[in-house]
Every structure is written in C-alpha cells, then in structure tokens.
C-alpha cells in the first residue's frame, strides 16, 4: 500500500468536503456533481462512512418529483461557473426540486453500484444496510423515470439529450452530431478557461452547441416528451447504459438482501433482461469489435471507439467471448507499451487529441471502470496494468482530473490537465490500492 499517496488521496477529499456534499474541484467545479458524487461517496466509504452516505443523502435530497436526478446542484451562489442556475433554470420544469435550484439534464446513473459498494467496503453490514433502506426506493424510482421517459421505441435502452449528460462532455463521437446542427453564436463569458488553459478545454463553437441544446429544452420547460421529439441530440450511450444495467443488478442484490420488495426485484429483472439483450444486438459493433453509440434523433450508429466502448465490462453485458474481442481491441488500439490506459478516445484515430478534455486524455473514473470490468472476465494481467498506470499517473503530476496518454510526456510533472486536487482522482485511488 502507498501510504503517502493514501494519505494525499484522503487530505484531497477532505478539503473538497462542504459540509453536506463534495465538490469536484475548487473555482472549475464549485457545485455538486451527480457521478462525481457517487465516485467520491466510493472513497470516503474507506475511512468515513458517514460522509459517504451524507454525499448521497444530499443528492437524493435534490431529486424531483418525478423521480429525476440533476447533473448539477448548484447549492451556493458561485459566479466562478458558466452556465449556471439562472441560465439552466431548472424551476421551468413543473415536478423540479422547490428546495435546490439544478440543471435539467442528468448525469450516467451510478448511485445504484455506489449503494452496493459501500455496502461491501462497510465494516458495520447491519448499519449499512439500515442506511441503505432509506435511500434505496428513491434510486429506484430514478430508474423508474428512465425506462418510461427516456425509452421511446421501448427497448430497455435508455437515451440521453445533451453531451453532458454523457459525462464524456467533448468527445469526438459528438463531431457527427454538431455536423447535423448550426446553432447561433451565443455571446457569453466563459468561467471555465480562466481556470485552466483553453487547450484542455471545449472550443467556443462547441459551447454554442451545449447552450443550443439547453435553450431548446428550456423553451418547452424540459418536458422529456418535448425533448424526446425535438432535441437534436439523442443518443442511446454504451456507457451511460452500461452504467444504469450495473446499477440495476446492484438494487437486485441490495433488495435481495433487505428482503420483501418482490415486485422491485421482479421489475428491476425485467429491465436487465430487455436491456442486455438490446444492448448486445443494437451497440455492439462485430467489424470494431466493440460497442458503439447510437444517434437515435438521425437512426445511425456513430461508429467509434472510445473508453465507453469497454464500459459495458464493469456491468457483464458482453459474452465471454465478446469480452476477450473486445480486449485484443483495446490492447491493439489503445494499450502500446508507450501509452498509458487507458485513453479516452481511440489514439489511432485523426480526431485524437491526448490533451484536450474527453478528445484523448486518460480519466481515472473510465479506468475504474475499467479495472473492475476486465477482473469480472478475469483478464487479471491487464487491470492490473490499468491500476499501476493510474498510481504512476497521479503519482507523477499529482490527483489532476485527466492526464496524457502518452508516457513520453510524463517527465516533468506536467502531464496532468483540467482541474486539480480533483475529488473522483483522488476517491477511486483510494479504493483501487485498498484492492
Ligand atoms: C463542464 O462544465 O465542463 C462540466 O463538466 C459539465 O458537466
């Protein structure tokens, strides 16, 4: 174990702690974040139980009436963020939160597997489990609110109607999207390039189209029917989908073990079935040999190999078979002796860029998943791989929110990009050395 890394990873955590919730990072990310919340919840679980559950409690605290759950809460007033509560304006919405003002899109639904891992890292298992009682039905009509909102052609597999609902915020794969859209150039002062340089960063064209997208869901007041209709971005996303089936199989053994709640379970069952099977016939790709997005506004897949491509490990979708296709691919591909893993775009490709937020830079939440997604197909070599090169990563430019994938540039400490003493970096490197 890595004591002195352990305890940088703990001190990162404990400063992002806000009494009631963390944030990501300080002036880049002042606010609460929903899958950065469920991947903090992860680290603190290791040496402070109650936080971890105080974390979720306060997000779930912000979910609407209709079982939704925002990508941002923004409790305070922190002008050091763009765009923020007054342009997001979640109070549109007829069932949105009275108490917290957030934004109206989502974030990859990971609270479920977060509730189970937690359970597992608790010492105190009846404890755990009573905590999780509480909290455990309001996840569940989250997924609720998926499958019969976001589920138009009624496959078990979900959409989501902005990049960042994705998580993967600038990826490549949304190239195509802009390709179809030629929204108006908005004026308005970016926060987020006078914390960090604008070549880590989304270009100004590409915000036109975030704001675009939000401004068509605004004018009809986030109705989900609206936006199913007339958003020109929908995508059904391996990685976000990956996540809600993980999730699912998590609830199944969490109300498995509380007992009673047979319809949930019966239900929750349905979904996995419906879901797994779509997943594999629609975004799996035989000729990439991976899954793949798929642009459900313009019915075409978006064939490209990302880090969400290998998601669907972490929540057993593929065959075996599949798994160890997929893993020569990714080897191939993104896994050359001078390369960490595991990039966040495919390296061979031209619209790789290994500096440039989700374009190419390695994510240690992506390598998370990674790594617990390669050991259930026992691929044990390579995530193992997976964690040294995260520890050497951070170990070397410190707890940053994304890092070069090429190893040639990690010789001055400066290959580490975005915001610093970044929560998720810091949470998932303490449960990885704990494993
Ligand atoms: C940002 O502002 O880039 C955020 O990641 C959006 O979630």
Not at 134 to 149: E, G, P
Request: hydrophobic residues 35%; contains cysteine; aromatic residues 14%.
């Amino acid at each position: 174990m890595k004591e002195e890394l352990y305890k940088k990873a703990v001190t990162v955590l404990e400063n992002n702690w806000k009494d009631s919730f963390s944030i990501p990072c300080a002036n880049l990310y002042p606010f609460q974040w929903k899958w950065d919340s469920g991947f903090i919840a992860i680290g603190f679980a290791h040496f402070d139980m109650p936080k971890a559950q105080k974390e979720i409690e306060t997000l779930l605290d912000a979910q609407w009436e209709n079982g939704f759950i925002p990508h941002i809460i923004f409790h305070t007033d922190n002008d050091s963020y763009f765009p923020g509560p007054n342009f997001h304006r979640s109070d549109l919405h007829p069932l949105s939160s009275k108490k917290y003002k957030s934004t109206g899109m989502t974030q990859p639904p990971v609270i479920g597997f977060v509730l189970e891992d937690m359970y597992k890292i608790s010492k105190e298992k009846n404890e755990s489990l009573k905590y999780i009682e509480t909290v455990i039905d309001k996840v569940f009509f989250n997924h609720q609110y998926f499958y019969s909102k976001r589920d138009p052609q009624n496959e078990g597999l979900v959409y989501i109607y902005h990049n960042w609902e994705s998580g993967t915020d600038n990826s490549p794969i949304w190239d195509d999207i802009w390709a179809t859209m030629n929204p108006p150039e908005y004026t308005f002062e970016r926060r987020d390039t006078t914390h960090v340089d604008a070549s880590e960063r989304p270009s100004k064209r590409e915000y036109d189209h975030y704001l675009h997208i939000i401004e068509i869901a605004k004018e009809h007041n986030y109705s989900d029917e609206k936006i199913a209709e007339l958003s020109p971005f929908l995508v059904q996303d391996p990685l976000f989908n990956a996540m809600l089936i993980k999730s699912n199989e998590s609830l199944i053994n969490l109300y498995t073990l509380i007992g009673g709640n047979a319809d949930k379970i019966e239900q929750l069952e349905k979904w996995q079935q419906k879901g797994k099977a779509s997943f594999n016939a629609k975004l799996y790709d035989e000729e990439i040999g991976a899954y793949i997005h798929y642009d459900l506004r313009n019915e075409k897949p978006l064939r490209f190999l990302s880090s969400s491509s290998f998601a669907p490990l972490f929540a057993n979708i593929p065959s075996q078979e599949k798994a160890a296709k997929m893993v020569d691919v990714m080897m191939d591909k993104f896994g050359g002796e001078d390369q960490y893993l595991c990039a966040s775009f495919d390296p061979t490709s031209d619209r790789f860029n290994p500096k440039k937020y989700w374009r190419g830079p390695v994510w240690i939440n992506l390598n998370w998943l990674l790594f617990y997604g390669l050991k259930n197909y026992g691929f044990n070599d390579i995530s193992n791989r997976v964690k040294k090169d995260s520890i050497e990563m951070i170990e070397k430019n410190g707890f940053f929110e994304y890092f070069d994938s090429r190893k040639e540039i990690h010789t001055d400490g400066k290959a580490g990009y975005g915001g610093n003493h970044f929560s998720w970096s810091a949470a998932l490197l303490i449960d990885m050395l704990n494993n």
